[in-house]
Structures are given as C-alpha cells and as structure tokens.
C-alpha cells in the first residue's frame, strides 16, 4: 500500500515512522510520502489560507495550493506505478470511521489525505478531485480538532494494522472490537496475563481452566457485558439473529430482550425491571 500525506505541519507526521506503522515501513510494506503543502505556494508569505466568501470567523484553505499538490503527487504516484487512488479528508462534517472503514480503506492500493487546518479546504477542491477519483470525507468522532493530522494518524494506524504480515500474528484482529463478523457490533472484554495473583486480585478461574468452549462463551459473556455497559447503541441496532440462545440468556440477565411487539424493529431493547446489578 502507498500513503500520501499533504500537510502544513510534516513533522505532525513523525509518529509514522514508529511502531507498527514504522516496521512495516521499513519492511516496505508500506510506502508513505509526507509532502508539504507550502512547496506549492508562491508568495514570499507562503500564504495557504484566505478570508471566506460571505463572511465569517475564521480563515479558509485555498485552493491553489492544494491543486497543485494533488496533481504533482498525483503524477508522482503514476510514475512510480501505484494506480486506484482514493483521496481521504479528515473532517468532523464526514462519515464516521469505523472498524468496517477501515477494513474498506485496506483493501485500497493507494490512499492520498488531506488533513486540513483552520475552517477547511474550499469546498472546491473536494468537488474536483471527486471526478477523478473515490472520495471519502471521514470523522474519527463527535468533537473538532485544531488539525487534520491527529486523524491521519487514526485512520493510518487502523488500516495499516490490517494489512497481510504487519500483525505478528495474522488472527490478531479476528477478535477486535468491531471485527467483521461475530465482533462487528461489540466490545472485545477483559483480558489478563501472568502472573495469576497481583496485589491480591486473581483472574477468572474459567481462563485457567484450559477448556476452550468454556472460555471461548465466558470472553462472548463479557463482549456482552461490556458493550450494554458501554455502547448500548451497539446493542440496540444489531440484530436478534447475530445473537445465539446463549448471547439471549445473557442479554436478558444485563435487562435485554427483544422488542416486545414481536420484533418490530427487528432489535433488542433494555428492560426497566428485573434487571441484574
């Protein structure tokens, strides 16, 4: 996979060249261009952002700065062989990124971000590179940050991660929170290691048991537990049939159960009574 990273701060970057982003880097799994956005400016000031049309606080991103870039590493990456790039914005105004985005952006040969600053990039630009390429405006969540950068960050460590030989070990995000499949809509629960007693407090005797169907439904049981506690959103829009007998005894002990219209909704719903502490 190539990255491509248009940026006024470079050295926001830096932390690509550690950890598993920076051994697959190395390895030459991964190929990432950090490119900065003032080289494709022309004034003395290298000036990249300007007042905004119709007034405002604020200062927008201009758009020859960021044309000339994208062409210029655009055509960088043909030459270099790369093709079937897909421009990536950060912006708390995109899509959120979730786990099945990130597997998406995987799959993808050639990712170009643009992590912008102040009020954004002047909706033009977007609007022309949509016409040559996927566009995907992405929000790593519900807040604002003063810059892009922190996000590319995000989305590169999440993508990158699941790409082939750069987890130790292949089926290590099999049981990811959020993994397509079982996991797709909960929490991955507690895990523990050695020693078995720290500070007075053991671990679960199931997980020194060495029965595998019995750990495999106590770490399912605590999947449970910790998404109802945590993001009962997840819950409440999965569903009934991605849940086994088992997962429905359980969700009914934490106060679950289906809707009481017959399903109409096709979900489960929490319960007011008779619910477990």
Known sequence: MRLD?????????????????????????????????????????????????GGGPGMVMKTEPWGDALDEVLADGYEAGAHGPVLVVPTPSGRPFTQ?????????????????????????????????????????????????????????EAVARLLPGVLGNAESHRDDSFAPGTMANLLEGPVH?????????GIPEVLLSGHHGRIARWRRDEALRRTTAHR?????????????????????????APDPEGERYGRFWRRVEDVEE
């Open 232 to 256: 009962p959103d997840l819950i409440e829009r999965t569903v009934p049939a991605a849940f086994d007998k088992k997962d429905r005894e359980m969700l009914s002990i934490l106060g679950w």
């Open 193 to 201: 290691t050695k020693p078995p007693v720290w500070r007075g407090r």
């Open 100 to 156: 099945e985005l990130a597997v998406e952006l995987s799959e993808r040969p050639w990712l170009v971000f643009t992590p912008a600053r102040y009020e954004g990039i002047d909706r033009r630009v977007v609007d022309e590179y949509a016409t040559r390429m996927p566009v995907y405006e992405v929000s790593i969540g519900d807040y604002v940050l003063a810059g892009g950068e922190a996000a590319v960050l995000v989305v590169t």
């Open 5 to 53: 990273v248009v940026t006024i701060f470079p050295e926001y970057l830096e932390p690509l060249n550690v950890s598993l982003v920076g051994k697959a880097r190395a390895r030459g799994q991964l190929q990432v261009g950090v490119h900065d956005l003032r080289n494709w400016t022309y004034d003395r000031h290298n000036t990249v952002d300007d007042t905004p049309y």
